[in-house]
């Protein structure tokens, strides 16, 4: 039996987490209710957006890693991104969190 838990229940807790720490969290894209890949988007007053998806680890943990960049050249480059993974994968969640600290959130949550 699998020990995750559903990814809509997962979802919930970043968003509020993400609320009592001052940040603002919404789901763009809702995927399959209980074991959808999630994605957090964060980003700060529309600028530094950086994407993070799990990976799984050796020992069997699945933190939240740096996946892409936003670059500040190109920068819908990544939101088109986010939409070819949408479209390859309909099970997918991503979560926009607008939040001062991106990575100090994101390193915060549960693996």
């Known amino acids: 039996m ?3 838990l559903p990814a809509h229940l997962e979802v919930s807790a970043i968003i509020r987490l993400a609320e009592s720490a001052g940040g603002f969290a919404m789901v763009t ?9 999630i994605l957090i988007l964060t ?5 530094n957006a950086v994407l993070f998806e799990r990976m799984p680890q050796l020992d069997g943990s699945r933190p939240f890693v740096a996946a892409k960049q936003q670059n500040p050249e190109k920068q819908e480059e ?11 994968d309909p099970d997918i969640w991503i979560l926009e969190v607008d939040i001062a600290d991106g990575a ?8």
């Open 2 to 4: 699998d020990a995750r």
């Open 29 to 37: 894209a809702k995927g399959e209710r209980d074991a959808g890949t």
């Open 43 to 47: 980003i700060y007053r529309g600028e």
């Open 78 to 88: 990544i939101f088109e991104y986010l939409e070819r993974r949408k479209n390859q």
């Open 104 to 111: 100090r959130f994101v390193a915060s949550l549960p693996r």
